[in-house]
């Protein structure tokens, strides 16, 4: 910034100019320091004008902006691909084919930007999984809210779709994310948001789910949540061919639907 004096005149005449600049008063400073005119005192003021070097760092900083914007996009693009070529070789072979190589060759992107993103191939398997957790309640929250049926059965039926479709289908490549997690030890961590849900949902009555007159206990909803996520677990360890079936969700939606009538007063 810089401040520049001027006597009234002058003041008011550059005050005007389209320049940005900012007035900070008048001062009063004796004749002999301005004038040898036999004058008492000299009035002057003290104007403010941005100096350059602070408007190219405004504008630098602008640009900086506008830079860091496409680069997060660009990074997220770049995560969301590893995460993808990561499920796809998981899908066609299996854990016994997944290597940071192969993924970061599948994804397009050099071994040292996989690096960059996830410290080995234990991460990706749990970002994979994380992320494959948040789709899937998003599904069941929009199942449960009535938006694919808004009959209490179609809910719970909608729900159960919503999670044996998981993994966008791909039942290999969550079979060996459903493997490497228990292995790691991970899978209380992983099932955390899922059993918080369940507990939101139950809370506010099962989303028009539950009958008007049933409240399950938090011993009640531990029960019924392990026993759905316990079968569907068994099924894709086991590799059942009847997993994608209409019977096999004929039988979780009798599974849920018995329970909870059994809980009527």
């Not at 000299?42 to 900083?61: E, G, N, T, V, Y």
């Not at 072979?93 to 993103?117: C, D, K, P």
């Not at 059965?153 to 039942?171: E, L, P, T």
């Not at 059993?195 to 011993?219: H, K």
Request: proline fraction near 5%; charged fraction near 20%.
């Amino acid at each position: 910034m810089t401040l520049i004096i001027y006597d009234e005149y002058h003041c008011i005449q550059e005050a005007a100019k389209p320049e940005k600049s900012v007035f900070l008063g008048k001062i009063s400073i004796p004749n002999w320091v301005v004038s040898p005119r036999n004058m008492s005192d000299a009035h002057l003021c003290l104007l403010a004008f941005p100096s350059p070097d602070s408007a190219m760092a405004k504008h630098r900083q602008s640009v900086e902006i506008k830079r860091r914007i496409p680069r997060q996009a660009r990074a997220a693009e770049t995560a969301a691909a590893i995460l993808e070529a990561a499920a796809q070789i998981l899908e066609a072979g299996g854990m016994a084919a997944f290597t940071t190589n192969a993924v970061a060759e599948r994804a397009g992107v050099s071994i040292g930007t996989l690096y960059q993103y996830f410290a080995d191939k234990n991460a990706i398997v749990l970002a994979v999984a994380r992320q494959e957790i948040e789709r899937a309640l998003v599904e069941v929250g929009r199942a449960l809210g009535g938006e694919v049926d808004p009959r209490p059965g179609g809910r719970v039926r909608a729900m159960v779709r919503a999670i044996v479709h998981a993994f966008h289908g791909r039942q290999r490549a969550r079979r060996a994310v459903m493997q490497a997690v228990l292995s790691l030890g991970r899978a209380a961590e992983l099932m955390a948001p899922v059993l918080a849900f369940i507990g939101r949902q139950a809370a506010e009555g099962g989303a028009g789910t539950l009958p008007a007159d049933v409240a399950p206990t938090p011993l009640q909803i531990f029960v019924l949540s392990r026993a759905i996520m316990g079968v569907i677990q068994a099924a894709v360890l086991e590799g059942q061919p009847f997993f994608k079936s209409r019977a096999f969700e004929d039988e979780l939606v009798r599974l849920i639907l018995s329970y909870v009538s059994a809980l009527r007063p």
